[in-house]
């Protein structure tokens, strides 16, 4: 268990479909963070969230649209994807500035038909 | 350019061997993370080293800020030990992590 978990584990959507993927941490952190992992390819930074406010926006598409209604609990909402957007995506959290260990939940493997 | 290089991509070993996988990188870094994914996609961060060595359990980290470099050693490998490792780092003036492709461990029985 590590105290940040992630649903749903699994999702098939079709690329009409609107969809929202959710993740939650129970560990005190002011930080939240979204990463896309591709196969074969490094985790990809997506959106970063310090103290419930976006702080980093890495330049992807806008219909991946990410919302922070508090500290413990983070979304990320789906509308219109492509295939391509096939992928697993993992949050993490941390204590936001300086150095600070990120822990990861178990990820949402998504499949867009 | 900030960059992050592991080797090697995959790695097949005995259990019971010793293992060692590498990570370079580019420029000066404040912090450097070694994580853990298994099947199914869940990630655990094993080390966060800015310096010298960690030790836990079977696992050991050190790096080398010299020479940009950092290994991750498993002694005694066992099959439940199979899995990607990734290396990630921070690097200086810049709070995001930049990963590498990860090391796709097997442990043959």
């Known amino acids: 268990e590590t105290g940040v978990t992630q649903t749903p584990r699994h999702l098939v959507m079709g690329m009409t479909n609107k969809k929202s993927l959710k993740c939650e941490q129970h560990l005190g952190h002011n930080a939240m963070y979204w990463y896309k992992q591709s196969a074969k390819k490094p985790l990809e930074l997506m959106f970063v969230?310090?103290?419930?406010?976006?702080?980093e926006n890495n330049s992807v598409p806008s219909r991946f649209s990410p919302e922070c209604p508090n500290s413990s609990h983070l979304f990320l909402h789906l509308h219109t994807l492509q295939p391509e957007d096939s992928a697993l995506y993992l949050c993490?959290?941390?204590?936001?500035?300086?150095?600070?260990?990120?822990?990861f939940g178990p990820g949402t493997r998504l499949t867009v038909l | 350019k900030n960059e992050v290089e592991q080797s090697p991509q995959n790695l097949t070993a005995q259990e019971g061997e010793f293992i060692t996988i590498n990570c370079s990188y580019s420029?000066?870094?404040?912090?450097l993370h070694w994580l853990q994914q298994h099947p199914g996609g869940g990630i655990v961060s094993l080390f966060m080293?800015?310096?010298g060595k960690k030790k836990h359990g079977r696992l050991i980290a050190t790096i080398n800020i010299q020479e940009k470099h950092s290994s991750l050693h498993i002694t005694a490998s066992h099959p439940r030990d199979s899995a990607v490792y990734i290396c990630?780092?921070?690097?200086?003036?810049?709070?995001?992590?930049?990963f590498g492709t990860g090391t796709r461990l097997t442990i043959i029985p």
């Open positions: 990630a780092v921070r690097f200086r003036g810049n709070e995001k992590l930049t």
């Open positions: 420029v000066g870094i404040s912090a």
């Open positions: 080293l800015s310096s």
């Open positions: 993490a959290s941390s204590q936001q500035g300086g150095v600070h260990e990120q822990f």
């Open positions: 969230y310090s103290l419930e406010e976006r702080v």
